[in-house]
């Protein structure tokens, strides 16, 4: 079978999250590296935005969707459970996750990728402005996890592999680091997972990230 292409940059969490998936359910797979804009990414987004797949004459764009397809036409773990309630709690948490990926990182850790970028201060104002909503959110997320250790009962979906990623970007910046570290259950969450391997092969490289525009 022709191995599925995913086109886009392992620094953004969206490509990161559709790796993810790949390595969960044993998918061969070719990461190909891009920047942003790129015309392989521009060919098949209307908007130029991180991921897409190609996969023999079939092409894709939006993380989520791309994630689905390759749930349903792979075989491995059931990252989306059968049980029409536990798939509809996937999907609500999925939802979520890329909601609330707005404010912790096209906002708050935006602020401060802008700076090292640019080599100036961060912009308080943009920063403090948001803090509420980043301990908030945060907040729910601590709440959510904490029954069971994942997002929908008791079984990693891909509602887990959509929350990760983002976990590990907001922990570099300062106050979204200490928010993580108050919340008991998400950060003892995040370290299990962390340790999965499908999370450590996807790691992006060292270094700040460049001020990205990816998909949802």
Sequence with gaps: MTRPEIIGSIRSTY????????????IDYVLTETPLNSPEVS???PLGLMPVLRHADFVLFESKAIATYLHRSFA???LIPADPRLAGLTEQWVSFVNTVERTLIRTYLSAY???????TAPDRGAIDAVLAD??????VLDDAVAR?????????????L????????VRLAPEGGEALAGATHLSRYFETHASRPSFQRTSPPAGPPKRRVESA
């Design 15 to 26: 490509t990161r999250v559709v790796c993810m998936v790949c390595e969960e359910k044993g």
């Design 43 to 45: 060919a098949i987004h």
């Design 76 to 78: 491995g773990p059931q």
């Design 113 to 119: 990728i802008a700076a090292m970028n640019a080599r």
């Design 134 to 139: 980043v301990r908030k959110q945060i907040g």
């Design 148 to 160: 069971a250790g994942y997002l929908v009962g008791d079984q990693l979906t891909l509602a887990d």
């Design 162 to 169: 959509d929350l990760l990623p983002l976990l590990d970007r």
